[in-house]
């Protein structure tokens, strides 16, 4: 008696064309919930830069109208103590590490290398950028972020590359912190280019 089969024999070509299908079907999927949110948290960081440099041109034309009155004199203060935590006079590059490396702890990861890069300087605001590297899962690079958002200081998410290995993702994010122009930052004795939190 011949026994009758359910699925036919797949010859190569169609092997091929279903494996095809499913990298597909996988590059949509990673396309649609990691790439996606992850370019709308960025969006969202450049324009927090965005505002808080807004916030520190109001602050300089409201002490530059010379208004003596008392009723301004806390807002003034507020909006001045806000500027300063979010745009520091200095860059104050150790404090930035050291709050880094904090975020990677409370979010469970392991960070491969921490570099800091040349510093420049636009329309009076320095930019210190610095790249991190690690490997965590999709959530936990949310949290990572979202925790560094969190912060009083101002740190942007300007470039961030991702590849999946494994059960997680390999990642490469070049952060930015500001400072107003001003004189050469001191550099926190002890700093180094490159840090391991924990192993």
């Avoid at 505002?51 to 001045?80: G, P, Q, W």
């Avoid at 590490?97 to 300087?121: G, M």
């Avoid at 605001?125 to 979202?146: G, K, M, S």
Wanted: charged share 25%; hydrophobic share 40%.
């Amino acid at each position: 008696m011949e026994r009758k089969t359910w699925f036919p024999a797949l010859s190569g070509a169609s092997v091929l064309y279903v494996t095809a299908g499913i990298c597909a079907l996988f590059g949509v999927l990673f396309f649609l919930l990691v790439h996606l949110p992850l370019r709308e948290a960025t969006y969202h960081a450049r324009t927090d830069a965005e505002e808080a440099k807004a916030e520190y041109i109001r602050v300089a034309n409201f002490r530059n109208a010379h208004l003596d009155m008392a009723s301004y004199e806390k807002t003034l203060s507020d909006h001045e103590a806000q500027g300063e935590k979010a745009l520091p006079s200095e860059l104050e590059e150790g404090a930035f590490l050291r709050t880094l490396h904090r975020a990677a702890i409370e979010s469970n990861i392991t960070l491969r290398q921490v570099t800091p890069k040349e510093i420049k300087t636009e329309d009076g605001i320095r930019a210190l950028p610095v790249e991190v590297t690690f490997h965590c899962d999709y959530f936990t690079l949310l949290d990572f972020l979202q925790s560094l958002q969190g912060t009083d200081r101002f740190i942007c998410v300007k470039e961030m590359k991702l590849s999946k290995k494994d059960s997680g993702l390999d990642c490469e994010v070049q952060l930015v912190i500001y400072a107003m122009e001003g004189d050469a930052p001191q550099e926190d004795e002890g700093d180094t280019g490159l840090i391991y939190p924990h192993e």
